[in-house]
């Protein structure tokens, strides 16, 4: 087996669970709310897959913003760049 070390993704990834049943998620320093588990592991399992495909859909969602950080968004995702 062959185990390669380095950075899986370029930001950090931070989930938390709100009162609401629904996820607080950072990454890196742009914050995204998900109303439900489903939209949640969809969110991160498309960021996973591409990091730089949800960082360009996520910067043509949200032209305005100044910010970086990347994830695409769904049913279910509100960002607060």
Do not use: H
Request: proline fraction near 6%; glycine fraction near 8%; aromatic fraction near 12%.
């Amino acid at each position: 087996m062959n185990i390669k070390f380095g950075q899986a993704v370029p930001y950090d990834i931070k989930i938390q669970a709100s009162k609401n049943n629904g996820y607080i998620v950072t990454v890196g320093c742009g914050t995204f709310v998900f109303e439900n588990n489903e939209s949640l592991i969809e969110g991160l399992r498309q960021y996973l897959d591409d990091p730089k495909k949800a960082e360009e859909e996520y910067n043509k969602a949200w032209p305005a913003t100044t910010s970086s950080i990347t994830f695409s968004t769904g049913p279910g995702v509100y960002c607060a760049p």
